[in-house]
């Protein structure tokens, strides 16, 4: 679905559905076939129904089982079949457009798609916001209609150039064979899985690429800045130390959730202790298949599940001992933040990969769990307490050293994010380009867990950056609507009043399927954007990779960008 809300004569947002596909035409398509009827019977049965089925606007599994529990209650073919037009446009206004007030929908309404066609989904729209709504005759074919107009547009604007159609004749459309293959190119560490057409007349298709050079495109201009990538290997660049300078042994660490903006940290404060640390491999599709026998829920976020198959990596490579503590909370970043804590997956999942997963229960293996503090202070005063250390005979002077060298390291490792993302700023202004700030949680750099969003962006001409190397910058005006509690969102807030303020960048949140909190987040971000007339795009994301739909949301950005700066051209032009 999409939602498109027009102002002034110019578009003002575009939203399109985030990851659920209930309220799609196939949805009630698949429903009437399934009991036997062509559409236009079911939706006859729907106008004539006297006592609709309130199914919602839940998702697809739910609703079927919702629609079963309606049958065994004895409601008719009509009433389930007009139960599914209501539930279709509660989840377009609920879940797509996000209207609290159906007034803010404006006079003028637009409908257009296949699924409009059904009379029942028409009435059912209108019903519910209590106003007459525009459907075309073509209402079904408009998205072609449009793609014809804007490449005759194109056509003329082009008319100087040596312009030959490549369009295929009748005859020749009838000859047209297709081989298609499977492979994965190896270009860079995304490892994307192809789908290869070949052509008869000798052309090729390629797509599931995450950017151009799946494709085989070379491009020669210039690398624009991708502060996802920097941060990568920022964080994880770290040589451990030769055995024979590791008195301690070797400890292993998961390359998992708030090991994002940590790792520095306990890499420092275990190498100066006098530990080999090593980190698990970094995460691909069989990282997260290692691990899916010990996950106990379907339902926590992809960030969560792939650090089972992180410990299943460590224990692999022979590591005995690994440390991966609790941490409650992080460092408060704003002094007018409400509190600082971690999520609750954040804070407690080693718990549950403790309790699951069965190579951490045998004999020889030490999983090191605990609750700690993230200050210096508190941090040695609690591991000189716990018997989990007593073994290592750490002395509180050797402990305090470490724990200084480690946070001078990890501010260091901040400082330079901040910085790369002051640079990446000031070249985007003295260029004049545009930026997306990709923002979310430190761990959606993990191109596993972003699924190369930040190539794709780049392929598209716009740079990336990151919410935590702009958030350092400014604060969201408070109060905010929201209780402010969580480090990672206070970010996510003052990444948002930073794009407000500068022309050169956008901003695009990443969400993990699953994450509860973010509930709260996406329309606070929302919000701080809307107050500056900003465009607002949410991507949610989990284990399944589908960048044709991410690639059509941020293309839908573009063009309202496009758009926007188009207008105010003219508006000084007309000055």
Not at 49 to 68: H, W, Y
Request: aromatic letters at 8%; charged letters at 30%.
């Amino acid at each position: 679905m999409k939602y498109i809300r027009m102002k002034d004569g110019s578009i003002d947002n575009i939203m399109l559905n985030e990851a659920c596909s209930s309220g799609c035409g196939s949805f009630i398509e698949t429903f009437a076939k399934s009991l036997n009827l062509e559409i236009a019977d079911f939706v006859k049965e729907a106008i004539n129904a006297k006592r609709p089925v309130d199914l919602g606007s839940r998702c697809t599994v739910f609703m079927n089982s919702k629609i079963k529990q309606a049958q065994k209650e004895g409601y008719t073919v009509g009433d389930i079949s007009s139960g599914l037009s209501y539930s279709v446009i509660k989840n377009a206004i609920q879940k797509v457009m996000k209207v609290r007030d159906i007034e803010t929908l404006g006079k003028h309404i637009v409908v257009q798609g296949g699924t409009f066609y059904n009379d029942a989904v028409l009435r059912a729209f209108e019903l519910i916001v209590g106003k007459n709504v525009i459907r075309p005759t073509i209402s079904g074919l408009m998205g072609a209609y449009g793609m014809a107009l804007l490449a005759k547009e194109q056509y003329e604007a082009n008319l100087d150039m040596d312009y030959t159609s490549t369009l295929l004749k009748i005859d020749e459309l009838d000859k047209l064979e297709i081989k298609i293959t499977h492979t994965r190119c190896k270009n860079c560490e995304n490892n994307c899985k192809l789908t290869i057409n070949k052509f008869s007349n000798g052309q090729i298709h390629v797509s599931g690429n995450r950017c151009e050079k799946g494709a085989g495109v070379v491009t020669k201009a210039k690398e624009l800045p991708n502060i996802i990538q920097y941060k990568q290997k920022r964080l994880f660049d770290y040589e451990p130390l030769e055995e024979q300078l590791a008195p301690r042994g070797v400890i292993g660490i998961p390359r998992v959730l708030n090991m994002y903006e940590d790792y520095p940290f306990w890499f420092t404060f275990l190498s100066s202790l006098g530990f080999r640390v090593i980190l698990s491999k970094k995460s691909t599709r069989k990282t997260y298949e290692k691990g899916m026998e010990s996950m106990p829920s379907e339902s926590v976020c992809y960030p969560a599940k792939l650090s089972h198959g992180h410990i299943e990596d460590l224990l692999e490579q022979g590591i005995k001992t690994i440390f991966y503590p609790c941490m409650p909370y992080s460092r408060k970043e704003y002094e007018k933040a409400d509190n600082h804590y971690n999520c609750p997956i954040v804070i407690s999942y080693a718990e549950v990969l403790k309790n699951n997963v069965e190579g951490l229960k045998k004999d020889d293996i030490k999983f090191l769990n605990p609750f700690l503090p993230f200050d210096k202070k508190n941090l040695v005063k609690k591991i000189l307490e716990l018997d989990e250390f007593k073994c290592y005979h750490f002395t509180k002077a050797e402990l305090l050293k470490a724990a200084e060298k480690a946070e001078l390291e990890y501010q260091k490792c901040k400082k330079d994010i901040q910085n790369k993302g002051t640079q990446t700023v000031k070249y985007l202004e003295e260029n004049h380009l545009k930026g997306i700030v990709l923002a979310g949680r430190p761990y959606h750099v993990d191109p596993e867990i972003n699924h190369g969003i930040d190539t794709l962006i780049t392929s598209l001409g716009l740079s990336v950056l990151t919410e935590d190397s702009i958030a350092d910058k400014t604060e969201a005006k408070r109060p905010i609507r929201v209780v402010d509690q969580w480090v990672y969102h206070a970010r996510l807030y003052a990444a948002a009043d930073f794009v407000g303020k500068h022309d050169c960048l956008e901003l695009i949140q990443l969400n993990s399927f699953g994450c509860g909190v973010d509930a709260v987040t996406t329309d606070q971000v929302e919000e701080i954007l809307t107050s500056f007339n900003k465009m607002y795009t949410l991507i949610k994301i989990d284990e399944v990779n589908n960048l044709g739909a991410v690639r059509i949301r941020i293309r839908s950005l573009l063009a309202s960008m496009k758009k926007r700066e188009q207008e105010k051209k003219q508006e000084k032009l007309e000055r």
